[in-house]
């Protein structure tokens, strides 16, 4: 291939001054944070007596521990079962292919454009009726129902690419639907199942909306909802928010630089499906 | 992994149910079907319907019933028709909205989409590099934290003493600086630059991915035949990416539509109304203002625009070979 020595410069230059837009507001956030507590710094300038103490003192204003554990209980709650569910359906709409298959499929592919604001009212009179208002509950259950349709899409995409011979032999070996499923299928399905793991975990901790509007109390939703309570709350200290906006995104970007690879991958995979 | 469209089932002969006659006599032969009833699959989808429904469906369902009436949430609710959906489309305030998402459209679509052609296309030569695979990481990083955490951070950037302002006066355009999101004539568009910064990584990741499934010998015979950069891109680039360009501009264009947590946590809509969209309209007023009715006339007014925008984007852009 002919390259020419210019345009891979210019290619070079171009990705590290993207890089640098793409970075810059966490550096910002990070200088900032230094700044003594109060004060109103001005732009990106390294104070002369950094506070690293923010950090500490925002951990405990946001109850940081708390927060984890409560987002942590929601992910528990929302994944496993949305993956089950997801599963399922996935297996039995691009595998058994039951009659009227393709009009359920529908009826949850019509889902996957669904603004979520779209539901937000009704759902909450729902599970104020349920009696689940400002429990993790009030979360966990719409949320299942609203990553169906993409659960669904998702896993049946990959079942429907399985061998039909696959699970003949299976039958031929007198195994049951329900062996066949759990035995050969669902370890098959592992890479789809782990993408979908790691998507819906990602949603599920920075949902923000469901969080500000099904419950009142910051140390039962999600780490996002929490951020917007803490910035009413902090709002006015800016190095004080800055180091807790810190402490709050610090967890995904943790486990999203230790699995970075399969992040990428079902990020890309997830948007090209959706 | 293979991508699959949605409607490769119907596609394949395989898959085709035929007469019922048939379909028993052939049952063993075909696989999954072999001694298994057919009604079995219900049950496997039962479940994930049952949540849908309650969670999703119903929800829809009780958006379109209150979108009818006049109600506050709480005392007796009153028949209101179509007037809620007349006045989405009269009020000014309320009509505002819509043209604020649509404006946003500019910023969270076609700037990450258009510039993320023109970056993808420029580092598709060193795509493999040591640097490239830094840059995939970093790119990504938007779209892992919190939108609420890119919204306080940019608030901050885009503030009075802001970074932004600092690099303007260290240019010697200290006159323009001012706080980006206060300010009347420009809160839209810097609300707009944060959803921007957001998905051009996602954006440029998805192009340049797309860009390596094309043959290089295209671009090699473009170049024996003398065409230029430009012309590489507008003949081979852009037409091979049809179906990546369709995924950005679908997801980028739903997210500029439905946006609630940058707006939230940068302006609350103002100053003003100067970036009210519908997603917090919706919120302020279901749960501030206890119109219920209103939200709902416009909470539907958007999931129609939703696919009104989704679906002719899909089908323009589908890969129609497959």
């Known amino acids: 291939m002919i390259v020419g020595r210019r345009e891979a410069w210019t290619g070079r230059l171009l990705l590290v001054l993207l890089m640098a837009v793409t970075i810059m507001p966490f550096v910002s956030l990070f200088v900032t944070a230094l ?9 990106l300038e390294w104070p002369r007596d950094p506070q690293w103490g923010n950090f500490v003192k925002a951990f ?28 399922l359906a996935g297996f039995a709409i691009g595998h058994l292919r039951m009659a009227g298959r393709n009009l359920v499929f529908l009826v949850f592919v019509l889902g996957l454009t669904l603004p979520f604001e779209g539901v937000i009212t009704p759902l909450y009179y729902q599970v104020r009726d349920m009696g689940l208002l400002n429990t993790r509950w009030a979360i966990i259950l719409p949320l299942i129902g609203l990553y169906m349709p993409f659960a669904v899409f998702w896993m049946r995409a990959h079942f429907v690419n399985m061998p039909d011979e ?11 639907v329900w062996q066949l499923f759990w035995r050969i299928h669902v370890p ?6 782990s993408s979908l793991a790691i998507l819906l975990f990602l949603w599920t901790w920075n949902q923000f909306l469901l969080a500000i509007v099904l419950v009142d109390d910051p140390l039962k939703r999600t780490m996002s909802g929490a951020l917007g309570a803490f910035q009413g709350q902090w709002g006015t200290d800016i190095p004080l928010l800055c180091a807790g906006s810190l402490l709050i995104l610090a967890p995904t970007l943790v486990i999203f630089l230790i699995f970075q690879r399969r992040f990428v991958t079902a990020l890309l995979q997830g948007s090209l499906k959706g | 992994m293979t991508r699959p469209t949605p409607d490769s089932v119907v596609a394949s ?25 057919r009604w079995v699959g219900w049950l496997f989808v039962a479940p994930a319907l049952a949540v849908y429904a309650v969670f999703v469906l119903r929800p829809i369902a009780l958006t379109i019933q209150y979108s009818m009436y ?9 028949w209101a028709g179509l007037g809620n959906y007349v006045k989405v489309f009269t009020d000014p305030d309320l009509f505002a909205t819509i043209l604020n998402a649509v404006k946003l459209i500019v910023f969270f679509s076609a700037i990450p989409v258009v510039l993320g052609l023109a970056i993808a296309s420029t580092i598709r030569r060193i795509a493999t590099s040591r640097l490239a695979l830094v840059a995939r990481t970093v790119l990504f990083l938007p779209q892992v934290i919190p939108l609420v955490a890119a919204g306080i951070a940019w608030s901050w950037l885009l503030s009075s003493s802001g970074l932004v302002n600092q690099l303007l006066t260290y240019v010697g355009l200290g006159g323009v600086a001012r706080a980006w999101l206060g300010d009347f ?25 797309g860009m390596s499934k094309i043959d290089p010998a295209l671009y090699e015979a473009a170049r024996m035949d003398g065409a230029g950069p430009l012309r590489e891109f507008v003949s081979i680039t852009v037409p091979s990416l049809r179906q990546e360009i369709g995924v950005c501009v679908t997801v980028t264009v739903i997210a500029a539509l439905a946006s609630f947590d940058i707006v939230y946590v940068s302006t609350q809509g103002g100053p003003g109304n100067a970036t009210m969209v519908p997603g917090l309209e919706i919120y302020y007023l ?30 323009l852009t589908r890969d129609r070979t497959s």
């Open chain 1, 35 to 43: 700044h003594p507590s109060g004060s109103y710094p001005s732009g």
């Open chain 1, 60 to 87: 405990q204003a946001a109850r940081m521990i708390d927060l984890v554990k409560s987002s942590t209980l929601i992910v528990l709650g929302v994944v496993p079962i949305s993956l089950l569910l997801g599963t």
């Open chain 1, 166 to 176: 696959l699970s003949e032999s299976a039958r031929m070996d007198g195994a049951n």
């Open chain 1, 188 to 193: 098959l399905a592992m890479p789809a199942l």
């Open chain 2, 13 to 37: 002969p395989a898959t085709r149910p035929g007469p019922a006659a048939v379909t028993r006599k052939r049952s063993p032969a075909r696989g999954a079907g072999l001694r298994t009833p």
């Open chain 2, 70 to 78: 006049r109600w506050d949430g709480i005392g007796p609710s009153t």
């Open chain 2, 185 to 209: 004539s420009t809160a839209l568009p810097a609300v707009g630059v944060i959803g921007a910064w957001v998905l051009l990584g996602l954006c440029t990741i998805l192009l340049l991915s």
């Open chain 2, 286 to 315: 279901a749960f501030s203002e206890r119109q219920v009715g209103m939200a709902s006339a416009l909470a539907v007014v958007l999931m129609v625009l939703v696919i009104l925008v989704a679906l002719p984007i899909q089908w």
